[in-house]
């Protein structure tokens, strides 16, 4: 943990935080910082605060956490890498700045933090957020590979953004070329813990991200112990997750771990896991991620790696879905019944929003950031759109808008290039910032080697007939390439998870829970008596409620975690009712 402030000077409480004085020109910076994991490096014309990383042998700013005060430049430059991207927060005021890993250093040195209500058509459509915006009124989060700069000029500060990941890219039809590029970056990056490769692990549900990760673990590291986990059995997904991560180990031959755990586990993680993020986790899995990582891990494995991010830049089902239609569209144009045509794929995408924008895109041939109705507006937008804009009083280009303006800084006329930075930029980030707070909150380092830049930008590369000739065709090939076996590459997938949509409506389990932690100012707000129905956008935008409350009672009113498990407890009572 960390925090830093330009033009002010702050206490801080607690003993286990270092404090330094910086001097940048006519300003002074002061520094608290965890001395148990940042390393402080003061020079002459420099100063360094790097994150202590277990298995860290080499100083490469690209892969790991660094502030760097220049006194020299009178400058302070925050870079927080990608494939271990973690939170980082800033406030700017009219006579300070601040800087922190957390949201509750800047509550523990007496900033006040309002709720951004702005936000909230967003958060409710969505589950989460779309940086630079956070649900803290002020606070903003850097975004995936970001650099903070901040400069002193006569007393006064200015703040710069710069994004390290290169987009200006063009395509190269030597794929093997690049698929060659991306094993080798990845092995690279596994050497950097070769020292420490008895503490390192792997998730591994079964799917090919996780199964390249783990071969290649074994491979180069000779590691071969995984994890994994799945929803209480009580949600009634029937452990389909454990039968196919049971099987990957089995061929890869690993020392394999299933954590299952119960459904008062699960509800209680849910609180535990919002405090732990210092956010609502959008995606249900991470409250498993979070109870895996706390009680699941064994104590000497310290670092974990994942293959997050490998869809979003190897190709989604999104992807998959444009490429396809776009295939077919010219012969659409010939069709004598495109009214027909068009209606059924309506009908078909509607539950998804889909069929009208993709009809309409390619229709267009174009991408347009400024098109309420495009296609990228409809990814992830698990919330009750219509409840969004009536609770709220907002248009869709309004609940949209945060994230037009972010993608605006990302130009390309090419869609499915439009989708991997949606992802990279709006979804992928949240997700990497949720699930390595987590893990940082149970003493485990969560690495993410899919999300290197070296890898992203020889993905951009590869021309997406290659990357989507069959599905998942990079990650395949990289498997085959390391000897993951046929009967792993060849197996059906299925999605994992259960069906949420039980516990919508009015009778609902999440209805109960929400009608407990409701916020009383809070309570005429929200309209959940229009949800009246077991549909999945109820369900979800219930889910998001829930979550939003909880969070609200832990930094908003600053409740004690204790009275909330308490009256966790007495919801679940009865939990058969779930």
């Known amino acids: 943990m960390f925090i830093f402030s330009l033009g002010k000077e702050i206490k801080l409480t607690d003993d286990s935080h ?7 020109g006519t300003a002074e910076v002061t520094l608290f910082f965890d001395k148990n994991k940042y390393s402080f490096d003061d020079q002459k014309e420099k100063t360094l605060l790097q994150e202590k990383l277990i298995g860290q042998n080499a100083q490469d700013l690209n892969f ?14 925050v870079s927080c890498g990608t494939s271990f ?14 800087c922190s890993s957390h949201i509750s250093l800047f509550q523990a040195i007496g900033l006040s933090l309002e709720e951004n209500t702005d ?6 459509l969505y589950r989460c957020v779309s940086p630079p915006n956070t649900l803290f009124e002020s606070v903003k ?7 903070l700069i901040v400069n002193m000029n006569h007393g006064k500060y200015s703040v710069e953004i710069q994004q390290s990941l290169n987009t200006s890219i063009s395509k190269d039809k030597d794929e093997s070329e690049h698929i060659d590029s991306i094993l080798r970056a990845l092995k690279d990056y596994l050497k950097l813990f070769e020292n420490n490769k008895n503490k390192i692990a ?13 071969k290649l673990v074994q491979k180069t590291l000779g590691s071969n112990k995984t994890y994994s986990t799945d929803y209480p059995v009580d949600f009634g997904g029937g452990m389909r997750e454990r039968k196919y991560a049971l099987f990957a180990a089995q061929e890869l031959k690993t020392d394999h771990t299933f954590y299952e755990f119960g459904i008062h586990e699960y509800f209680h993680g849910l609180i535990d896991s919002i405090s732990a993020a210092e956010m609502p986790v959008h995606h249900l899995q991470s409250v498993c991620m979070y109870n895996l990582f706390k009680k699941g891990i064994l104590p000497e494995q310290r670092i974990l790696l994942s293959g997050l991010g490998g869809d979003d830049i190897f190709g989604a089902r ?27 794929s309506y009908s078909l995408f509607k539950k998804c929003h889909r069929g009208y924008n993709l009809v309409r895109y390619f229709k267009h041939c174009e991408v347009s950031y400024a098109d309420e109705e495009s296609f990228l507006w409809s990814i992830s937008a698990y919330g009750k759109i219509d409840w969004i804009k009536k609770v709220f009083r907002v248009s869709k280009k309004e609940i949209f808008k945060s994230r037009m303006n972010l993608l605006s800084l990302f130009p390309t006329t090419d869609m499915l290039t439009a989708i991997t930075y949606y992802y990279l930029f709006t979804s992928l980030v949240m997700t990497l910032s949720i699930w390595h707070r987590l893990a940082e909150n149970c003493n485990i380092t969560l690495c993410s080697p899919l999300n290197n830049l070296r890898i992203i930008e020889s993905s951009l590369k590869i021309p997406w007939k290659s990357k989507l000739q069959t599905q998942k065709y990079i990650i395949r090939t990289m498997c085959e390439n390391v000897g993951v076996s046929p009967a792993l590459l060849n197996r ?4 994992f998870g259960f069906d949420v949509r039980k516990w919508g409506g009015q009778s609902g389990f999440l209805m109960e829970l929400i009608s407990a932690f409701t916020v009383k100012e809070k309570k005429d707000q929200f309209k959940i008596d229009l949800f009246d129905t077991k549909g999945m956008e109820d369900a979800m935008t219930l889910w998001s409620l829930l979550n939003y409350y909880i969070w609200y009672r832990i930094f908003i009113l600053r409740q004690p975690i204790e009275e909330l498990h308490l009256l966790m407890k007495e919801c679940l009572k009865d939990w058969s009712s779930v």
Not at 119 to 124: G, R
Not at 202 to 214: I, K, R
């Open 18 to 24: 270092e404090k330094e004085k910086i001097s940048l």
């Open 64 to 77: 790991f956490f660094t502030i760097l005060f220049d006194k020299k430049k009178s400058q302070i430059s």
């Open 85 to 98: 991207f973690k939170p980082v927060y800033y406030i700017e005021n009219a006579d300070a700045f601040f």
């Open 119 to 124: 936000v909230l058509p967003e958060y409710f």
């Open 141 to 147: 989060l850097l975004n995936f590979g970001e650099a």
């Open 202 to 214: 792997t998730l591994c549900s079964g799917g090919m991200d996780s199964l390249l990760l783990a």
């Open 318 to 344: 999104n992807h998959e879905t444009v490429f396809r239609i776009g295939q077919y569209y010219p012969y659409y144009c010939f069709l004598p019944f495109k009214a027909f045509f068009k209606k059924l």
């Open 492 to 495: 059906e997938k299925s999605s």
